[in-house]
C-alpha cells in the first residue's frame, strides 16, 4: 500500500492521488516525498503524458507534514541534527522546484508539462505549499473547506517552500494574514489571496483540472520568479515601499510575539533576506532559518506539547482498557451559562441532550444560549439553517427529571454547593439506568466528596469544563477515590465526541489547573500590596508570552468569585492558610463593588460597554507603589514559579499522572507562555539546577512558597529533565 497513486487517462493526463491508508487526512511521510518524486519523474518522461493534475482521495486534501517525521530524523542524525534537517528539507525543496519547472527549458522556459492541483477540501502546511508549487489550483467549493499555512501555530513556519513562493506572490504585506497568523481561508477569500486561482462545484473538480492542463500554453506554467525582470509585489527591501513594509512587519512582529515565538522572527527574516537573492537561492534561505528554528528548543517544545502530546491525549493516550463508551444522549443538570455551554457543544456534536433546571423559564433560556451561538455561526456563514434546525431539536430545555431516562452519561452544572450538588446527584439516579456514569462539573469541590452523594461511586467522576464552553479547548477530567475505568473512559469518549482535549487528574484540593492558576494571580496581587507597581505586573506577565496578567485575569473570572475561593480555602486549611496578604486586597476590592469586567470596575477601570480602558487608578491611593521598583526578571520568575512550582508538587503529589497533561492543560487552560511547551518543557528549556537556583533566591527574599520540590531537587543533582525521565508518562513516584 502506497501514500499515492499514479494513473493516465486516455487524454494523456497523469494523475497522482494522495490517499494516505489508514488516516482520515493524508499527511506527509518521507515515503510519501518519495513517491511524489518517482511519480513525477515517471510522468515527465513519458511523452504520453501531456499534464499532471494532483488530488486527493478523500474528502480532504491534506493536514500538513506528519511532525514525528521531523522528531524521528532529529533522533536517527545522531551528532548533527541540523544538518539531517536542512538536508530533509531542501530534498523536499528539490521535489517540489521539479514539479514547479515541470521539465521546461531552463533557457527557453518552454517545453513544460502543465501540473494543476485540485483540492476536494481542507489543505494545511505542506498540502498548500505542494499546491503553491502547481501551476494552477483549483478547489471545491465545500462549506467546510479551508486552506492555509498554520505552521506559526504549533512554533513553526511554512518551510517546504510555502513563505518563499507565497511572499512573492502577493508581497510580503498581503502574506502576513496567511503566514504570521496562521489564518485557514475559506475557497472564496483563498481565491482572493492568491491562495487558490479557481472555486469549482465538488463533482467538476478533476474535470476542470483535466480541461486547463490540455488547454494550457507554455506562458501559462512559468512563474513570476522565473522570468526576467520579476519584482517583489510591494517592493523589494531595498524598494522605498518594501523598506516601510518590513519596517511594519517587524514592529508587528515584536508586538505580537513579545520577542519569545523565535518562529515569526524566523519567518521575517526568511522573507526579508530571501527577497533579494534568487528565488533558488531564497529557498536555501528559507531552509535554513527553517532549521534554525527546528533546532530551538522552544519550537521543539510548541511541536511536543501542541501537535504530538495533544495528539496523542486526544486520541486516548491515558485511555483505560475498556470497551467503546461513546455517548449517546446526556442529562445537563443546570442551563446556567456552563450548563448550557456544554448541552450546546453536545448537541453540535450530533448528541441528544436533555437540559434541566429548577424553571422551565431557566431551561429555555439555557437552550437560547444554543440557538443564539448558532445565529453568530450564521451571520458568518459557518452554521446553515438547516444545521441550527438539527443542533436545537437535539435539546430538550425541562424541569422533568423523568427525561432523563435512557441517558447515559449526566453532566451535573449547577452552584458550587456541595448540599445543592447532593440533592440533584439523588434525583437523577432515581430515574438513570444502572450503568449510566454521573459527572459533575466543578472546578474547586473535592470529586470524592460530592461522590458521597451517589450509590454508585465508581461511576462518579469530574468533568471541569473551562469558560465559556464554546471556545475553550481544555477539559480537565477528575477521578475520585472510588472512580472506576469506565467511568474515566467514558469522560475521555465523551470529550472526543466534543472536540476537546481531555486530560485526567487525582482529586485534590483545586485539581490541576486551578491548582496553578490562583497562585499566578494571587502572586500579582501580593505584589501589589508589596508596592510593585501594578503595570510592572501586567507587563512582565506578557513579556513572558501569558495572554493576560494576573490582575487582567482576575478582574476577567470576577474578584467576588476569587473571594468565594479565599474563604472556602481558609475554612479547610485553618492556620496553614498562606493568603492573608492577598486576601486584604481582594476583600476591600469586593466591599467597594470593584468585582471585576462583569461589574465595570476591578484593578482595571472600563468604559459603561465594559471595554477595557486602563489600570485603575485608585489602586495608588489604596497601596501605594513603593520607590525602589524590582527588576523585570525578578517579577517574572515570582510569577513563572509561583505557577511551575504547583505544576511539579501536583506530579509529586501523584495528582497528575503524565507530564503531557500537565504541559498541554497548562498551555490550553490559562495560555500558559505557549512558546515555553508549559512548565514541565520550560524547567526542562532552562535546566533543574537553574531552576533551583531561582528557587532557593525567591524563597530566600519572598518565603517558603517558593521552596524547590524535593523531586526538582533531586532532579538537579541527577542532571535529569523532565521529559527525560519521565516523557513516556511514567509517574514521579
Not at 494543476?116 to 467546510?144: N, Q, V, W
Request: hydrophobic letters at 45%; charged letters at 25%.
Amino acid at each position: 500500500m502506497t501514500d499515492f497513486t499514479y494513473s493516465v487517462d486516455a487524454d494523456g493526463v497523469a494523475t497522482l492521488t494522495w490517499d494516505v491508508p489508514g488516516k482520515s487526512m493524508n499527511v506527509m511521510s518521507r515515503e510519501g516525498f518519495a513517491q511524489v518524486s518517482e511519480m513525477v519523474d515517471t510522468a515527465l518522461a513519458d511523452d504520453a503524458v501531456k499534464g499532471i493534475v494532483i488530488t486527493s482521495g478523500k474528502e480532504t486534501f491534506a493536514g500538513g507534514m506528519d511532525l514525528n517525521v521531523l522528531a524521528k530524523i532529529r533522533e536517527e542524525a545522531g551528532e548533527n541534527p541540523a544538518q539531517a534537517l536542512f538536508d530533509f528539507t531542501m530534498s523536499g525543496h528539490h521535489i517540489l522546484r521539479k514539479l514547479e519547472r515541470a521539465g521546461m527549458d531552463p533557457k527557453t522556459l518552454k517545453g513544460g508539462k502543465p501540473v494543476a492541483c485540485a483540492l476536494p477540501g481542507t489543505s494545511a502546511g505542506i498540502g498548500t505549499e505542494i499546491a503553491l508549487a502547481c501551476h494552477r489550483r483549483f478547489m471545491a467549493d465545500s462549506p467546510k473547506a479551508k486552506i492555509g499555512l498554520p505552521e506559526i501555530l504549533v512554533g513553526l513556519f511554512p518551510g517546504g517552500g510555502g513563505t518563499t513562493r507565497y511572499s512573492r506572490m502577493v508581497g510580503a504585506m498581503a502574506a502576513a494574514p496567511v503566514l504570521l497568523e496562521g489564518k485557514m481561508l475559506d475557497p472564496k477569500k483563498a481565491k482572493g489571496a492568491g491562495l487558490i486561482d479557481e472555486v469549482v462545484a465538488p463533482g467538476e473538480l478533476l474535470a476542470k483540472a483535466k480541461e486547463w492542463v490540455l488547454s494550457a500554453a507554455d506562458a501559462d506554467i512559468v512563474k513570476p520568479w522565473d522570468q526576467k525582470g520579476f519584482k517583489m509585489p510591494g517592493g523589494a527591501p531595498y524598494h522605498p515601499a518594501g523598506f516601510m513594509t518590513f519596517v511594519g512587519a517587524n514592529a508587528m512582529v515584536h508586538g505580537k510575539t513579545q520577542g519569545v515565538y523565535p518562529a515569526a522572527k524566523a519567518l521575517l527574516a526568511a522573507v526579508y533576506e530571501g527577497a533579494m537573492v534568487d528565488f533558488d537561492t531564497a529557498l536555501r534561505i528559507e531552509a535554513r532559518w527553517f532549521t534554525k528554528v527546528l533546532m530551538n528548543p522552544s519550537s521543539s517544545a510548541m511541536i511536543r506539547s501542541l501537535f504530538l502530546n495533544k495528539e496523542a491525549l486526544e486520541k486516548g493516550a491515558n485511555r483505560p482498557d475498556v470497551p467503546d463508551q461513546r455517548v449517546k444522549k446526556v442529562g445537563v443538570l443546570g442551563a446556567g451559562m456552563m450548563g448550557a455551554g456544554i448541552a450546546y457543544v453536545s448537541a453540535n456534536a450530533g448528541i441528544e441532550v436533555v437540559l434541566i433546571d429548577a424553571a422551565q423559564e431557566a431551561a429555555e433560556r439555557g437552550k437560547a444560549h444554543s440557538a443564539d451561538l448558532l445565529d453568530k455561526g450564521m451571520k458568518r456563514g459557518k452554521v446553515t439553517a438547516e444545521k441550527k434546525e438539527e443542533v436545537l431539536a437535539r435539546i430538550t430545555a425541562t424541569t422533568d427529571y423523568a427525561a432523563l431516562t435512557g441517558c447515559d452519561l449526566i453532566v451535573e452544572a449547577v452552584f458550587e454547593d456541595m448540599k445543592v450538588k447532593a440533592g440533584v446527584t439523588a434525583k437523577a439516579e432515581a430515574v438513570i439506568p444502572e450503568g449510566a456514569i454521573f459527572a459533575t462539573n466543578t472546578s474547586t469541590l473535592p470529586i470524592s466528596d460530592l461522590a458521597k452523594a451517589s450509590k454508585r461511586p465508581e461511576q462518579f467522576i469530574g468533568i471541569h469544563f473551562f469558560s465559556p464552553v464554546d471556545k475553550m479547548m481544555l477539559v480537565e477530567i477528575i477521578k475520585g477515590k472510588e472512580t472506576g475505568p469506565v467511568a474515566v473512559a467514558k469522560a475521555l469518549d465523551f470529550v472526543r465526541q466534543i472536540r476537546k482535549t481531555p486530560i485526567v487528574v487525582n482529586d485534590a484540593r483545586f485539581f490541576y489547573a486551578n491548582r496553578c492558576i490562583i497562585p499566578y494571580i494571587n502572586e500579582g496581587i501580593r505584589m501589589v500590596a508589596e508596592g510593585v507597581e501594578p503595570a510592572l505586573i501586567e507587563h512582565a506577565a506578557t513579556l513572558l508570552g501569558f495572554p493576560l496578567g494576573p490582575l487582567q485575569l482576575v478582574d476577567e473570572t470576577s474578584i467576588d468569585l476569587g473571594v468565594k475561593i479565599a474563604k472556602a480555602t481558609k475554612a479547610a486549611m485553618g492556620d496553614a492558610y498562606p493568603d492573608g496578604a492577598v486576601d486584604k486586597i481582594l476583600f476591600a476590592m469586593a466591599d467597594q463593588g470593584r468585582l471585576g469586567r462583569k461589574a465595570k470596575a476591578g484593578f482595571y477601570a472600563y468604559d459603561e460597554k465594559g471595554g477595557r480602558l486602563g489600570l485603575w487608578d485608585g489602586l495608588g491611593a489604596a497601596w501605594p507603589v513603593a520607590a525602589d521598583q524590582p527588576e523585570l526578571t525578578g517579577v517574572q520568575h515570582r510569577l513563572m514559579m509561583a505557577q511551575v512550582l504547583e505544576a511539579v508538587r501536583a506530579l509529586e503529589d501523584g495528582v497528575l499522572e503524565d507530564i503531557r497533561e500537565g504541559d498541554v492543560g497548562a498551555i490550553l487552560g490559562w495560555g500558559f507562555a505557549p512558546w515555553s511547551g508549559g512548565p514541565f518543557s520550560w524547567l526542562d528549556i532552562i535546566g533543574a539546577e537553574r531552576a533551583v537556583a531561582i528557587c532557593d533566591g525567591l524563597e530566600e527574599a519572598h518565603g517558603a512558597r517558593f521552596a524547590a520540590p524535593k523531586l526538582l531537587r533531586n532532579m538537579a543533582k541527577a542532571g535529569e529533565t523532565f521529559y527525560g525521565r519521565f516523557g513516556s508518562g511514567a509517574r514521579a513516584a
